[in-house]
Nanobody, 122 residues
Framework: QVQLVESGGRLVQAGGSLRLSCAAS????????LGWFRQAPGKERDLVAT????????YYADSVKGRFTISRDNAKNTAYLQMNSLKPEDTAIYYC???????????????WGQGTQVTVSS
């Protein structure tokens, strides 16, 4: 069992940077794969990035490669999404998720945060 709470979302200008945090609770946090997903108005939930339990494996959607970085600090029970060179199309609610295994299908992920709004203005 793990509980997740996202924070850090806000309004930012295009080209700016933002770091999202995901505070987790649970004894076995380090044993879970983590992911960041986002959902824009009128669109389905999309995978942004994932990271393995020991930070050995990462995956990024093509739309964010070179701009976003996923990381985790198991000692602090915290995951991060560093977002640089933000674009208006990055505007969405961002969700942190945890799962026993990595997956590209969001419906298979077991634990979710409440989401945090990121708005990028032009």
């Amino acid at each position: 069992q793990v509980q997740l709470v996202e924070s850090g979302g806000r309004l930012v200008q295009a080209g700016g940077s933002l770091r999202l945090s995901c505070a987790a609770s649970g004894r076995a946090f380090s044993g879970y794969a983590l992911g960041w997903f986002r959902q824009a108005p009128g669109k389905e939930r999309d995978l942004v990035a994932t990271i393995g339990w020991n930070s050995d494996s990462t995956y990024y959607a093509d739309s964010v490669k070179g701009r976003f970085t996923i990381s985790r600090d198991n000692a602090k029970n915290t995951a991060y999404l560093q977002m640089n060179s933000l674009k208006p199309e990055d505007t969405a609610i961002y969700y942190c998720a945890a799962n026993y295994r990595l997956s590209t299908n969001w419906r298979t992920w077991s634990y979710w945060g409440q989401g945090t709004q990121v708005t990028v203005s032009s």
